[in-house]
């Protein structure tokens, strides 16, 4: 587990926070859930536009419920891969199943580019792919 500071701190690097979006859909937005995480947030965000040496664009919001993005969002990396996509489609029917699975989501980050070919082979059996599908992930994470 990591702190909500540490998540934080990813959040911030991990996307420019002063780019306006072009459109509402794909703001970038922290949400909170209480006064403490709202000032984590703020100051985090004073940090990261200290950073930058520009105004972050970054809403900070309370939280007021999830909603899923469209379909075609879900796990979007891993569906570059058809024979994965396809696997995973056919182990996990229904959407919702496919977006809560932590196998999906693992190959997803795998896809993305986040994580090592030794993690992937690590997990390898556990996946449930087979080993076409595999083959392909292992090509798209390289050496």
């Known amino acids: 587990m990591i702190s909500y500071r540490e998540l934080l701190e990813v959040f911030w690097s991990s996307h420019n926070p002063c780019a306006k ?6 703001a970038s937005i922290v949400f909170t859930h209480d006064a403490e995480q709202r000032r984590l947030a703020q ?4 940090e990261a536009g200290a950073r930058s040496g520009k105004a972050v664009t ?7 419920g999830f909603t899923l993005a469209e379909d075609y969002h879900q796990k979007y990396r891993l569906r570059r891969l058809e024979t994965v996509e396809r696997e995973l489609e056919a182990i996990y029917p229904e959407l919702e199943d496919f977006v809560r699975s932590t196998a999906a ?6 896809a993305g580019g986040d994580g090592t070919r030794a993690k992937l082979e690590a997990l390898a059996d ?7 599908a595999l083959e392909e992930l292992r090509r798209a994470v390289g050496g």
């Open 21 to 26: 979006p072009w459109s509402r859909q794909y």
């Open 43 to 46: 100051e985090t965000a004073r």
């Open 58 to 64: 970054t809403e900070i919001l309370p939280y007021a």
């Open 105 to 110: 989501t693992r190959i997803n980050a795998f």
């Open 126 to 132: 556990e996946l449930g792919l087979s080993m076409q």
